[in-house]
């Protein structure tokens, strides 16, 4: 690929990313309390999150590694030990929320990162990774028991450079572009449940992907868990489907060990997956696995 072609791609992620918050800004803007900034209750670059992100969620932003023990590969020339490797995290923009009794805070978040994967019974060559980056406006109300987020997400997937020289598998051009919509609930103690939606307006091969997108999960986490700098356990389950899988069912169950540590919350456990391989490029494999890890939430 030549050095023009490069900065061609990165110029138009760049634009894509401007238009996306102006986008943004334009659709909910004209939804939110003007009295927050009356009131001049603003904060930029806020820590914590008002809508925290799935933790059994395979696709989710974070720091992460583990090691997964493949019972079923479908993936071609794949083995059985990978190394999963996950980079990135959220990063508050601004926050904003009014005096009023009932008042809510609103919360502008950007995220960037990417997931990938590395066979170890190929020495370690990268398989592939996806590059996902977004932005999202999230709400709760005023007793955290309610939870809502719209965002934008850019997601492009490629094959890793050993494994295409060693197989020759070539890249499908996996490129998505989404709205999603999610809602949160704590209904009691440390009890967790969520949906999302999302519709995908941009797709890079039309012949392949499709736009529908489904998501719901719960999550559990012990008392003594609970609040920063809390430490206990926690467990958590997450189902999806997509439209270009014909609807198919992809789950995931974790259970380990949880530390909160100020605005950071660390998560040590065991992971057990079936369903389509966290990588676009190869969204049509179904594979099964037994992962043990540590991801950090920014």
């Not at 001049?40 to 925290?52: Q, W």
């Not at 926050?95 to 009932?102: G, N």
């Not at 467990?235 to 974790?254: I, T």
Request: a neutral charge; zero cysteines.
């Amino acid at each position: 690929m030549s050095q023009r072609s490069s900065s061609s791609k990165l110029l138009l992620r760049s634009r894509f990313i401007v238009r996306m918050f102006f986008l943004l800004h334009a659709v909910l803007w004209p939804s939110v309390p003007h009295s927050a900034l009356a009131a001049d209750r603003v904060m930029f670059f806020p820590a914590g999150a008002l809508y925290p992100p799935y933790a059994a969620d395979v696709h989710r932003i974070g720091f992460g590694v583990q090691w997964l023990n493949f019972t079923d590969t479908s993936i071609p020339d794949s083995g059985n030990s990978r190394v999963g490797i996950r980079v990135g995290g959220r990063f508050g923009i601004v926050r904003f929320h009014s005096e009023e009794q009932d008042g809510r805070p609103w919360q502008f978040d950007v995220e960037g990162g990417f997931n990938a994967q590395f066979d170890a019974d190929h020495s370690t060559d990268n398989l592939g990774w996806d590059g996902r980056y977004g932005l999202k406006l999230t709400t709760t109300t005023t007793a955290a028991a309610l939870a809502f987020k719209f965002g934008i997400m850019h997601d492009s997937s490629h094959v890793g450079d050993e494994y295409a020289e060693r197989t020759g598998r070539r890249r499908i051009g996996y490129t998505r572009h989404e709205l999603a919509l999610g809602a949160s609930w704590y209904p009691v103690g440390g009890f967790r449940a969520y949906t999302e939606g999302a519709w995908g307006y941009e797709l890079s091969n039309k012949e392949l992907q499709k736009p529908g997108r489904g998501q719901v999960g719960i999550e559990y986490e012990s008392p003594s868990a609970m609040g920063k700098g809390g430490m206990g356990w926690y467990a958590a389950a997450d189902l999806s489907a997509m439209e270009e899988r014909d609807w198919r069912q992809d789950y995931s169950v974790q259970a380990g060990h949880i530390i909160h540590a100020g605005d950071r919350t660390w998560r040590f456990g065991i992971e057990w997956y079936n369903g389509r391989p966290p990588l676009g490029e190869f969204f049509s494999y179904t594979e099964r696995y037994l992962g043990l890890g540590i991801t950090i939430d920014l």
